[in-house]
């Protein structure tokens, strides 16, 4: 057995619409370790939700979706799983939370029911010992009087309660891997700072992966062992989280840092100037090529490949580090004034 | 659950149609008990006596008491609307949310169907049923269910649409629950408040479409308690004896009124917009 749970593949999502196809993710490889947080940051629109639910399989079964490639899940390809296979995958070894509370609970039950649903149906547990796991799920969870609580319905809960509710749900079943969909997002700030740690405390308890789906670099920079840097369909830069903040590889990367602001730094952010590409006219070449300050001939050519760089783990997918880093040698440079370098 | 009832309290009329509905539910139950006479006991002697201490409606032209057969007309009138309303509730819920939950061709096959049953008058396709099926009672609770079938169906498409898309319908799925679960378990309990209102509406419209039937001849035996029966008996003696045909009339009147005004209570009180605006 090897130590990664998970192993996705050159894994696309084309989506055929009236206007043309549109590759929403393209080409995408990353492996899930035993027990850890993964981060997959990217802006809104690169592929991190599409690559979630493809792996899911919550897309791909009507006729103008096309997923392939290989999503290995201890060994076994998912995207070849029956749909009655996938159910029993589901919920049980690989769970979700989504971005909206609010609206991810279901209205009609008390949330005690929703979450014994799970052991329920994935353990054929009775109807007493589940509603028990459910109750002691909430009380992991971190909700107060959970015995009293799990008879209550979602309105009655508050947006951090109910993200808690999701989350024990998704964790009734001990899963090998949860998958959170910015989870936080929908959070106000002091709530987000309690749901991460619950998830950090979770992960340290139970040892369930986390594959963390969100554009928010503080959350990535506060919960993930390792990033995946998504752009345009492609994962652009991957590394531990100490080689994407300190020793960032991918001008994106760096844009994006650059976009954040830091304590204790007290220059002008520099936003990221122009658009992701539209999805269905991809350019020739490099994705980042209308975006990135130091954009050269083979970058409107050749689409560059995730290749390590300095170590094994920490690969990117840029000309730059065939030629040189931009910070040496500026000659290499065409087309437009860099910003100012890191 | 007190919400909606808070709200149902506030409307004087539907808690009027609420009360008028239980006391015909009783009296149904307890016909025996409120009727003073047999309703097929015919007595030549009392044929057509108008109304008196001794039978508090008249009698009819074969001399049975009014009041009784009115007090067991609710029996039939009820067992009418709830058999046949209870079969286009199942019916219609079915291929409304299979419909609508399918999508693609299955909902189109389905939703044309119901479009073309729609397209005939009510009465008229019933009457097309009824002269296939043969008249008798049980036969014209299965035209009535089939004819509000349609209607049921679309509700229950409609209120699943809206639901469908909801993320908490996405998050079962990536929970590992299957199509069928999430469809009754899920969808269905969240579409309810809409059909509900539609039953205590089809009541209504289910009584008033036996006694037309009977009155044309086409229900129950003609010396079943029916009101629809006993108005198109009242008929021929209208100059004689007006209240062998007056009383069934606001029988069902009433009936039809109560039923009418509950659903339109209920579908207030489960209107979520009203429901804000008093919070």
Known sequence: ?342 | MSDIWYQFKKNKIALFGLFMTTAFIIAAIVAPLLAPYDPYKMSGAESLAGPSMAHWLGTDQFGRDIWSRIIYGTRISLKVGIISVGISLVVGTLIGVVAAYYGKWVDSVLSRLTDVMFSFPDILLALVIMAILGPSLTNLMIAIGIVYTPIFARIARGAVLTIKNALFIEAAKSMGISNVKIMWKHILPNSLAPLIVQVTLSLAFAILAEAALSFLGLGASPDTPSWGIMLSEGKNWMEQAWWIAVFPGIAITLAVFSFNVMGDGLRDALDPKLKNESS
């Open chain 1, 1 to 342: 057995m090897s130590e990664y749970i998970m192993e996705v593949n050159d894994l696309k999502t084309h989506f055929h619409t009236k206007t043309g196809v549109v590759k929403a993710v393209d080409g995408v490889n990353f492996k899930v370790k035993k027990g850890e947080i993964l981060g997959i940051v990217g802006e809104s629109g690169c592929g991190k939700s599409v690559t979630s639910q493809s792996i899911m399989r919550l897309v791909g079964s009507k006729s103008s979706e096309h997923v392939s490639g290989e999503v290995r899940y201890h060994g076994e390809d998912l995207l070849l799983k029956t749909e009655r296979e996938m159910e029993k995958i589901r919920g049980k070894d690989i769970s979700m939370v989504f971005q909206d509370p609010m609206t991810s609970l279901n209205p009609a039950y008390n949330v005690g029911t929703q979450i014994a649903e799970m052991p329920e149906i994935h353990e054929k547990k009775p109807k007493k010992a589940a509603w028990k796991r459910a109750v002691e799920m909430l009380t992991k969870v971190g909700i107060p009087s959970s015995e009293k609580r799990a008879h209550q319905y979602p309105h009655q809960y508050s947006g951090g309660m109910r993200q808690r509710g999701v989350i024990a749900m998704s964790l009734a079943c001990d899963p090998d891997l949860i998958i959170a969909d910015e989870p936080t997002t929908a959070l106000d700030v002091t709530i987000q700072a309690q749901v991460l740690d619950l998830l950090r405390k979770l992960r340290d308890d139970t040892g369930t992966a986390i594959m963390m789906i969100t554009h928010d670099l503080g959350v990535v920079a506060e919960l993930c062992d390792r990033v995946a840097v998504m752009y345009a369909g492609k994962i652009v830069e991957e590394g531990t989280i100490e080689d994407i903040f300190d020793r960032p590889k991918h001008p994106y990367t760096k844009g994006l840092l650059n976009s954040v602001p830091r304590p204790g730094r007290r220059e002008r952010l520099q936003p990221i100037e122009g658009q992701p590409p539209n999805l269905q006219n991809l350019p020739q070449g490099c994705r980042f090529q209308d975006r990135c300050p130091f954009v050269m001939d083979k970058c409107l050519a050749q689409q560059p490949e995730l290749l390590p760089a300095e170590s094994e783990q920490h690969t990117v997918a840029c000309w730059l580090e065939e030629e040189g880093q931009p910070d040496g040698d500026r000659g290499t440079r065409k087309n437009r004034q860099p910003e100012e370098a890191l």
